[in-house]
Structures are given as C-alpha cells and as structure tokens.
Nanobody, 118 residues
Framework: QVQLKESGGGMVQAGDSLRLSCAASGRTFSLSTMGWFRQAPGKERESVATSDWSGATDYADFVKGRFIISRDNAKNTIYLQMNSLKPEDTAVYSC????????????WGQGTQVIVSS
C-alpha cells in the first residue's frame, strides 16, 4: 500500500520558519516528480512547489525566494522549508507524487495544517 505522510506543520508567527516533511512508503519515488500543494479555507488547492527526478524545481510565484523544496531519495522523503512565513500562507499543506505517465497527481498525503498568525 502506497502512503505519503506529512509532518512538521504547526502554528507560528509571521516571519517564522517551518520545515515540512513527506515520507513515502510502499514504493520508491526517486524517479517521480513530487510536489507540495496547499489549500486555504474557502479556496482552491494550489501548487506550491515541485521537484522532478533530477532535482529540478519549480515554485509558485507567491513562495519564490521564501520556500525551498528538496528531496532525499535514500529516505524516500521530500521536504518543504518555509521561511519568512506570512499569514496568507495559512493552509493545509499536502504532498503528492505524479503518476509515471506524468498526467495526474496519483498519490496524496492527508495534509498537515500550517497556521501563521500576524
């Protein structure tokens, strides 16, 4: 059974940092594109950052320069280092893995809550 499990969320103040982790089990994702998404209350889910098998990364404009996605293939884990957090970063953050055909985000974690107070 394939599972993605996030950890590291919490409540912080504006300007603080958090590091999210997403540990995968059930299959290896070293050759898969992995990503972080977020969904704030009343809003659509949005992509935050992605990392492909080579380590190439892509970021949403609203996190560029503040967030860093990384991966440790030996641990089958991806991370999201979030710096200079803002109240508008408050959301449930989920990790996901792209299917081998590159068409759909096939595997999802349950999410971890991040709350940033002003």
């Amino acid at each position: 059974q394939v599972q993605l499990k996030e950890s590291g969320g919490g409540m912080v103040q504006a300007g603080d940092s958090l590091r999210l982790s997403c540990a995968a089990s059930g299959r290896t994702f070293s050759l898969s594109t992995m990503g972080w998404f977020r969904q704030a209350p009343g809003k659509e889910r949005e992509s935050v950052a992605t990392s492909d098998w080579s380590g190439a990364t892509d970021y949403a404009d609203f996190v560029k320069g503040r967030f860093i996605i990384s991966r440790d293939n030996a641990k089958n884990t991806i991370y999201l280092q979030m710096n200079s957090l803002k109240p508008e970063d408050t959301a449930v953050y989920s990790c996901a893995a792209l299917a081998d055909d590159g068409r759909v985000w096939n595997w999802w974690g349950q999410g971890t809550q991040v709350i940033v107070s002003s």
